[in-house]
């Protein structure tokens, strides 16, 4: 279990970012994903981590070997410490995400740690069923994704709270299971369909949670994510 929650940075530009993260006096684990990356592009990287937060790089590549090997290689200077794929770009998409990064590490730097999405936090069992045409329980397609991420050697999965103790079961304790989809009790959904709260997520055994909106849009953000940390059990 990683003690910091990470904070989903879903903001449109780097004004915002730099006026959230100026309220905390503490090093944080944020999560840079599609929107902030395509506005400010790389250079946003080296700034956040000049200022001594983590970084979780959310992109979800999901595109043939090659060319997610090669962006992989290039991901892996950038100096982030999480990186992502979609499980469902096959086990050789994998392998070949987790060689580019291997190559792409500079000597002496450690490797961002690789996982794979299993089913968005968003998606329900029935949505699943009837448009990817997955006639299996939610629950059976993420394991199956987990195993097949466990076997191509990745660090580990992104799923919902609801999934992480049978893939702990399945996959092992030091197995990620990076929890997105955390909401303070009584929060509203808004888009996410497969929820729980920070202390569910600890009792089910996420390793890791990674928290947006209930943090980043409640009026008061740094007493907001002091509540998530308390009740997630971390310092
Ligand atoms: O299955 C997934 C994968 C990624 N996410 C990302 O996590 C955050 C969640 O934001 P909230 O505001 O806490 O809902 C967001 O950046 C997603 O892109 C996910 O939610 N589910």
Redesign the pocket.
Known sequence: MTDKPII?L?FPGEEDVFTFLEQYNEALYV?I??ELFLQEGSSIIKKIKDLGHEIFL?L?LHDIPNTVKSAMRGLARLGVDMVNVHAAGGSEMMKAALEGLQEGTPVGKKRPLLIA?T????TTEEEMQKEQKIMTTLEESVLNYALLTKDAGLDGV???VLEAKAIEEACGKEFLKVT????LEGGEA???KRIATPAVAREKRSTHI?????I??SVNTVESYHTVLEQWGGQ
């Open positions: 989903a879903d999560k994903g599609l959310d979800k999405v089913q968005l936090t968003s992104v799923c919902s997105p989809g955390i909401r808004h888009d996410q990674v928290v947006g909106r209930a980043t849009q």
